[in-house]
């Protein structure tokens, strides 16, 4: 009894009130417009009733990490990451199918995704090392089991295939190797990897939707047949790679000392870039490649893939200042406006909410991604800077994102607003991650060596 008034009263006293404050005005808020959003007549109802019991069990789940200290983690990294494989790997093999994607693990009164949590683990065991390969940071070995590292998370996602999943663990990534001190060559690497592996299964659907551009010209009707082209992509390739030498070649002879590794990892990106885009390719059905480009132009596919957009776009601008008022959104409540209590959720907010609430709760996460900077800054060992940043970041992606797509400047990805969108998986690893913020924050006047 000692010991949890202890830990209460430590608590209490040292938790960052602007943290917790902003978390429950964001979890509240999304609380409301699920309650509006799904039409039920009641808090009861089914939607209301999970979001509320989620976010009692994230909260005790939030306690228990904040009293544990989060130090511990550098020692369990390679359990830690075991155990997210682990995770990964079973939902493969004994998970539901639910749209498409093997992702899930049904319980019978609930649903549990494990990559939600995988994600915290993934942050854990990157920032563990970091932390312990400090001294290295910019040798190729390292990069290579840093890269090791992210692709088997990668790997097992997209054979569910869930491909919104992975779209945090690069900005992750890279937010916390640049804070590592790694050279921005291999964060360009990295990115050029990325961009590579998502940007070969859009180029084609793009210029498929472009009908009316392609007509006009016989450039693009010529690009559009040979990018279909496998031989095409082989020839680029090779291209790429050739060029790629005879740069450095001509480097060397003018006497500008390059390194034979920067062409070599150059085309290993491009290479695994490829490799990768074929897994892209085939975890991405048509109408979602179509709902990533078609945030350019909704209008090129307004009955379909660009539907989305277009009813979100005017719910938000139809809020005005005041909005419409609760339950009151038209585009809500008659069912124009999809997965309205999940993806969407922000358009209910600004349609019914208006453009005050929609700021309101901006400020909020504005609030929370403050605090959550700070406990890294002032975190007293490298692993808790690293682990606190990491959680920012892909609290800050998933905003930015999802905000973005909501108002038709961003790619339709299927990310959700985190603490606001209906979904319990998200939910309580959202507050597992605040729990290690807490525990973060708690121990940061004492000292921790890592080895």
């Known amino acids: 009894m000692a010991n949890r008034n202890n830990f209460v009263s430590r608590f209490l006293l040292n938790v960052d009130l602007p943290l917790i404050i902003s978390i429950i005005a964001l979890l509240a808020i999304g609380f409301v417009a699920i309650y509006s959003a799904t039409g039920e007549s009641s808090i009861y109802g089914r939607y209301t009733f999970v979001q509320a019991a989620a976010v009692i069990l994230g909260s005790f789940f939030m306690l228990i990490l904040a009293n544990f200290n989060y130090k511990n983690f550098v020692d369990w990294d390679k359990l830690v990451y075991i155990l997210s494989l682990l995770l990964l790997i079973s939902v493969l093999i004994f998970g539901t199918t639910i749209k498409g994607t093997k992702g899930w693990f049904d319980f019978g009164i609930a649903y549990f995704q494990p990559v939600e949590i995988a994600k915290i683990m993934y942050i854990l065991v990157l920032s563990s090392f970091l932390t312990k390969t400090v001294k290295e940071i910019n040798k190729p070995q390292f990069i290579f089991f840093a890269f090791l590292i992210l692709a088997g998370h990668l790997v097992l996602i997209m054979m569910q295939p869930d491909f919104s999943s992975t779209l945090s663990y690069f900005p992750i990534t890279i937010i916390l190797l640049f804070m590592a ?202 692993y808790g800077s690293f682990v606190a940043t990491g959680i920012a970041t892909m609290f800050g992606f998933y905003a930015f994102i999802n905000i973005g797509m909501v108002m038709g400047i961003m790619p339709v990805t299927g990310v959700p607003l985190l603490f606001l969108s209906y979904g319990g998986s998200s939910i309580v690893s959202s507050l597992c991650a605040v729990g290690i913020l807490c525990s973060i924050h708690i121990r940061r006047h004492t000292h921790y060596k890592i080895s």
């Open 181 to 382: 001190g790694v050279e921005i060559f291999y964060l360009f690497a990295i990115v050029l990897f990325a961009l590579i592996a998502v940007g070969i299964p859009l180029m084609t659907t793009f210029f498929k939707l472009q009908n009316a551009v392609v007509e006009k010209s016989s450039v693009f009707v010529k690009i559009l047949f040979s990018l279909q082209s496998g031989l095409t992509w082989i020839y680029l390739i090779i291209a790429s790679l050739i060029l790629l030498f005879l740069i450095w070649w001509f480097c060397k002879k003018l006497r500008i000392r390059v390194s034979i590794l920067y062409p070599a990892i150059l085309c290993l990106a491009i290479l695994f870039g490829c490799i990768a885009s074929i897994s892209v390719e085939r975890s991405l059905k048509d109408y979602q490649r179509k709902r990533l480009i078609v945030f350019l132009d909704p209008k090129i596919d307004q009955k379909d893939s660009g539907y989305n957009i277009i009813q979100s776009k005017i719910a938000i601008g139809s809020g005005g200042f005041l909005g419409k008022g609760f339950k009151k959104g038209t585009q809500t409540q008659l069912g124009f406006l999809p997965e309205r209590y999940t993806d969407f959720i922000f358009s209910v907010i600004g349609e019914e909410g208006g453009w005050l609430f929609s700021q309101l709760t901006i400020l909020f996460y504005f609030i929370f991604l403050w605090r959550a900077l700070i406990i890294g800054q002032n975190a007293r060992d490298p």
